[in-house]
Structures are given as C-alpha cells and as structure tokens.
C-alpha cells in the first residue's frame, strides 16, 4: 500500500500465535522510541484472547527488558464492571498476562473502578474521565495514546461501542457507562471515539473466519454507527493485524506486506 498516515494499512500472518508474536514486537519497537528519550507512553490496552496473547508475547520477549516501564502508563479501552478481580474483568487479564511481570509503578496503571470499589456504574465512568483528564493534553481533557490496542467483534464493535446504539455517537465525554451490553456481562465502562481517535496509533488485531465480515465492511468504509470499527482512526497510523482466517475477504492490494 501507498505509505500515507491517513490510510488505513493491514498485516497478515498466517496464525493466531505468529501474529501475537509480530505485534508484540512491533509493540516493543513502538514503546522503545517513544520512551528513549523520557517522554512518557501512554497505552490503552483490551481484553480478550489476542488481547492477552499479545501481552503474553510482549512479556516472553527479550526486549521487553529494554524498556524503562516507569515510563509507560497502562488504561483500557472498556471494562466490563463487575469485581475488580472477578475472570471477566480486561484488567485483571492484563495484569496476569504481563503487567505482574514487569516493573511498572501501581501509579501508572489506570483501572476502571469495579463493582465493589463502592462507585455505582456512572460513578465509576465519571471517575475514568477524571482520571483521564489529569493527562490531559491542550487540545482534549485525556491521554493522547502512543498505541491504543482494541479488538473487534463478528458485529464489528470496538472497545463498548456496540452497532447501532448511542454511545458510539458520543463525542462531549470521554468515558461513558453502557447498560443492556448485547454481550455479556451487561454492565461496561467504554471510552468514547473521540479519545480513542486522538490516539497516535490505532492497532486493530482480531483472527477467525468470524471476524471476517466485520474487517471486510470497516475497510470498505461502513458506516461508523453500524460498523464502529470502520470508525477507528489513528492520527498517525491505523493498522489492521490479523490473521489469514480473518483475511479471507480483504483484497491482496490492500494487505501490506513491509509495515
């Protein structure tokens, strides 16, 4: 593909495991020369299988121990509110699968309250929102994230931005509690688009022939509100990573081969 920042690029290994393995290290890469220098990372990550596979191959790989990881901020780009240690929440998943393994200061990761932090649902999503707005930046009251992982459904959601409902119109808050989830459990905290589309990278990883539908209408430009993963943008980068099971309905001349 053309090498413009605006378009939207994807990469294809052939398994679930390669995969994870090349987005970690891309990850790797990403996060060395953001923080080489000092300046600060700030990660959104997300839950599920590749979430956590990639997370895993982040921690097994070698050049995790290159980076200076007080320097690298953790959130996450939804939360499902239950306990805050209850198997379903992305957090504890994240925390499993490397943010126990590494050094990063407690301060620098940013959970969404749980059911039993004494917040109700809105509590809790105003208090994300506040929690972002301490990094804010002069442009927006949150993070600019350098990377901002989300995984996407066969229905084409990103984060809890479900089709079809009001939260993935929301552009005066940037975190929003969501009711009656049509995937379970029914309570959530999500980011909004506009803080996920401030992030500087957005990478996109989902594999299986279930996904392959979803990635085929985002990269044809569906409608964002039917289709909320045609609505991720990065401003410097949106890169779709996926596997050939999921790849079945992308055109070869859309698939980057060097990236």
Request: with cysteine; net charge negative.
């Amino acid at each position: 593909m053309p090498g413009s920042s605006a378009e939207k690029r994807v990469v294809v290994e052939a398994t679930p495991t390669a995969l994870a393995l090349r987005v970690a290290d891309r990850f790797l890469t990403r996060v060395r020369a953001r923080t080489r220098n000092g300046r600060l990372a700030h990660i959104a990550l997300t839950g599920g299988s590749m979430g956590g596979a990639v997370l895993r191959a982040v921690r097994d790989n070698p050049r995790s121990a290159e980076i200076d990881w007080s320097l690298v901020h953790f959130w996450w780009g939804d939360e499902r509110y239950v306990p805050r240690n209850d198997a379903d929440r992305n957090a504890l998943q994240s925390r499993e699968a490397l943010l126990d393994h590494i050094d990063v200061p407690a301060d620098n990761v940013h959970e969404v309250a749980g059911s039993d932090s004494g917040l109700e649902l809105d509590e809790a999503a105003a208090a994300y929102a506040a929690e972002l707005a301490r990094f804010g930046t002069d442009d927006h009251p949150w993070p600019s994230f350098a990377v901002c992982f989300l995984g996407v459904g066969p229905d084409g959601h990103i984060a809890s931005l479900f089709p079809d409902r009001e939260e993935v119109t929301v552009t005066d808050a940037a975190a929003l509690p969501v009711r009656d989830s049509p995937k379970p459990p029914p309570e959530r905290v999500t980011l909004t688009r506009p803080v996920l589309n401030a992030s500087k990278r957005v990478w996109l990883v989902l594999t299986g022939a279930d996904k392959a539908s979803a990635l085929g209408l985002a990269l044809a430009g569906a409608s964002y509100t039917s289709v909320p993963a045609a609505g991720a943008k990065g401003r410097k980068r949106t890169v779709f990573f996926v596997d050939e099971a999921a790849a079945s309905e992308v055109s070869p001349d859309l698939i980057d081969q060097a990236y």
